[in-house]
């Protein structure tokens, strides 16, 4: 019964993923193209203070925007386990409700309210501003507003899942022993939801860190992340070699994260067994 969904997977992901992989170790044609001669010298390029400096640029924000995102997307989550049951799907619905627009749509919206002349400007107007508009589109802080706006439901569910899974028994004891809220949630709830923030986190991190259309878009070009680097090196410089060893050194980053988070909830979930048990 797997046998389509494995053949399916490898066909469209593990050997286009080859094919990349050894594609970085070719050289780039004089007039662009590959030359099939044998190097590693795209792998030391990478590291180049240039290359490096726009990685950690992406790591930083994509940091950024991880951080925002589970700021938000806790509480959010919070809320909505603390609703009543019959509530419960009416607001999951609404969170994951931008997923019904296009990815594109919803981060041209952005544009519309961070313009010069956008609804946030003009709303300053009305509420009595007089002095410049703000420069609030084509800059670092637009990019992690699109990034967060646009990942936000997925670390909605993943903490929502955490915490609805969370044993009531034990917030329950620990009210019972004295502890009040705020020490209840910071010494149970958190922990115990971990693996959910870890998981959310991890999620947006990956797919930040790799974007390049939200800082095309919102960015206005005035700053590189990861994903454009690798963007141009294969549609404008014609760098394909190059091109697929940045591209292999992130997905390297990415797999590396999702092994360790995978490691922590195993590890987590092997020491909560052995609590109950014990």
Known sequence: MALPAIAWLGLFMIVPCLIVFAYAFLTRGLYGGVEYTLTSENFARVFDPLYAKIFLTSVRIAGLAT?????????????????????????????????????????YAWIVLLNREGLINNLLRWLGY?????????????????????????????????LSRLNGDLIEASRDLGAGRVRTFLRVTL????????????????????NFVTPALLGGGRFQMIGNLVYDQFLTANDWPFGAALGMVLIAVMIGLLLLQARASARFSGETAEAKHG
């Open 191 to 210: 922990p115990l939801t971990m693996p959910g923030v870890a998981a959310g986190g991890v999620f947006i991190f990956v797919l930040s860190i790799g």
């Open 67 to 107: 951080l925002f995102a589970i700021l938000i997307a806790y509480p959010a989550a919070y809320a909505i386990c603390l609703a009543p049951k019959r509530m419960q799907p009416i607001l999951l619905f609404f969170a994951v409700l931008p997923f019904w627009s296009n990815y594109l749509i919803r981060t």
């Open 130 to 162: 007089d002095g410049e508009p703000l420069s609030l589109l084509y800059s670092e802080g637009a990019v992690i507003v699109g990034l967060v706006y646009n990942y936000l439901p997925f670390v909605i569910l993943a903490i929502y899942s955490s």
